[in-house]
Structures are given as C-alpha cells and as structure tokens.
C-alpha cells in the first residue's frame, strides 16, 4: 500500500512497531499484544473495556455486537505513536491534517488509528473504520456505530476514576445514542473556552444534535 506523495509505504512507516510481532488472528489477543509489546499497557486494558462497553451499548440499541466490539477493540491503536510525532506522521501518510490537528495532535490519533485497523489488522469493514476515525470527535451524519463507539469510550475513558458527567452520559443513554452523544459534547462545549482546540468535527456534531436536544 503506497501512500503520501513521497512514495513511503505504511508498512514502512509503521515498521518499528509491528516487528517481533506474531499475529494469530484473533483480533482481541492480537490488540492487546500489539498494545503490551509497544509498553502500552494501560491502552490494552482501556481498548478491551471500551470493547466491552460498545457490545453492551450495541446489544442495547440492536446493533452487530461483534462489529462493536472490534471498533472498540481497535480505537486507540494508534497510541502507540508518540504525541508529538503524530501529525508528522499522518501527512507523511498522506492524512489531512487539520490546523487543530497540528496544534493539538492527540486528535490526530482518530485518524490514524483508522489507517493502522486496515494496513495492519486488515480491517475492511467500513462501519468499523468510520467509528474509529471519529471516536474522539465524532462528526456530522455519523452513524449508529459511530454513536456506539463515540459514547462507548467517554463511558470508559482512560483517566482514573469515573468520569464527571457519567451519571449524565448513562442516564441519556436511557432515552437515545444521540441523547447520550450530545450530553457528552455539550459538557465539553460548556467548558470549550478551555480547550486546547475545536475540532470542526467535533462543532459539526454539536450542531446537528443540538437540533434533537433543545435543552
Ligand atoms: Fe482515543
Ligand atoms: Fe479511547
């Protein structure tokens, strides 16, 4: 797979981190020892709860569980890639890479986590990669999967303790996906002064589901 302008294959790219690598495909096992064997241990246990999280939200609202489970699985993949060596990356890939994205790379990991699920786990399904490449943002149009996975990882983050609006993410889960969603953008868009970067993905969210939340 030849990617980017400067003839660089992903396979190349991404070369020191699937080294030593023994693959068995089985998808769970094998994200996780890719995970450990890049001394990212805390990622594999956050990946394998997100996993968890979206089969339970997906059963919930009659959605393919195992599709769920494999984007939870797969969405933070891209961990394995320093912060700061992150945006450098998806262009040499050939991304685009958003103004915010260069400011603030961590958002950048969607995007490349999407790109790592199918060159190295071989991910065709397209309902997988469209959830893992807006898990952190989510995006306008997005769709029930990627509503499963968005909501999936804010229920499990990856910081210590439970997360402060948890108890309001659960309980819009009781009425709808996209109730669940828009309680979790809007307590970021409450304190959005304080962020680093507004990922137009994230802006395009909030304005379309603030149309079903008119609270
Ligand atoms: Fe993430
Ligand atoms: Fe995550």
């Given at each position: 797979m030849h990617l980017g302008g400067g003839g660089t294959t992903l396979r190349e790219v991404l070369q020191s981190y699937t080294t030593h690598f023994q693959w068995t495909g089985n998808l769970e096992h094998d994200i996780t020892t890719f995970l450990l064997t890049n001394n990212h241990p805390n990622t594999a246990v956050h990946a394998q709860k997100v996993g968890q999280e979206a089969e339970r939200i997906a059963f919930k609202y009659y959605s393919d569980t195992k599709t769920a489970k494999a984007a939870g699985l797969l969405h933070d993949i891209s961990a394995v890639i320093p912060p700061n060596k992150r945006a450098d990356v998806a262009e040499e890939l050939g991304l685009e890479v958003l103004k915010e994205e260069k400011?603030?790379?961590?958002?950048?990991?969607?995007?490349?986590?999407?790109?790592?699920?199918?060159?190295?786990?071989?991910?065709?399904?397209?309902?997988?990669?469209?959830?893992?490449?807006?898990?952190?943002?989510?995006?306008?149009?997005?769709?029930?999967?990627?509503?499963?996975?968005?909501?999936?990882?804010?229920?499990?983050?990856?910081?210590?303790?439970?997360?402060?609006?948890?108890?309001t993410i659960s309980s819009q889960l009781e009425v709808s996906l996209e109730h669940a969603a828009f309680a979790y953008i809007s307590y970021l868009w409450e304190r959005k002064e304080t962020l680093k970067v507004v990922h137009p993905w994230l802006r395009d969210a909030y304005n379309e589901l603030k149309q079903i939340n008119p609270h």
């Open positions: 400011i603030f790379p961590l958002i950048a990991h969607q995007k490349l986590s999407r790109v790592m699920a199918e060159d190295i786990f071989a991910i065709t399904n397209e309902e997988i990669l469209s959830a893992v490449e807006c898990h952190t943002t989510l995006k306008k149009a997005a769709t029930k999967m990627d509503k499963i996975l968005f909501v999936a990882d804010k229920i499990e983050w990856d910081q210590p303790g439970a997360p402060p609006y948890l108890n």
